[in-house]
């Protein structure tokens, strides 16, 4: 798992396609969802907790915090 993780990071933060604000907006659209389900003490998918993940180091992978 670790290693798919690893290679989907790589493959978005050297997409030109993705803007830095097209991550931005799905990590942010991510953790509202997630907000969201953690309110209505609903279990949290973990493909969400993935994807979070996955964004968060891609973004961090082009140079934003």
Same mark, same amino acid.
């Given at each position: 798992?670790?290693? $798919? ?10 997409? /030109?396609?993705?803007? !830095?604000?097209?991550? =931005? *907006?799905?990590?942010?659209?991510? $953790?509202?969802?997630i907000f ?6 609903? /279990?949290?998918?973990? !493909?969400?907790?993935? =994807? *979070? ?9 082009r140079?934003h915090?």
């Open positions: 798992m670790k290693t $798919d993780i690893k290679v989907e990071v790589e493959r978005l933060a050297a997409d /030109p396609r993705i803007t !830095d604000y097209d991550f =931005w *907006r799905s990590l942010k659209n991510v $953790d509202n969802e969201h389900i953690a309110n209505n003490n609903e /279990p949290i998918p973990f !493909d969400m907790i993935r =994807w *979070r993940a996955i964004l968060r180091q891609a973004r961090m992978k140079g915090v």
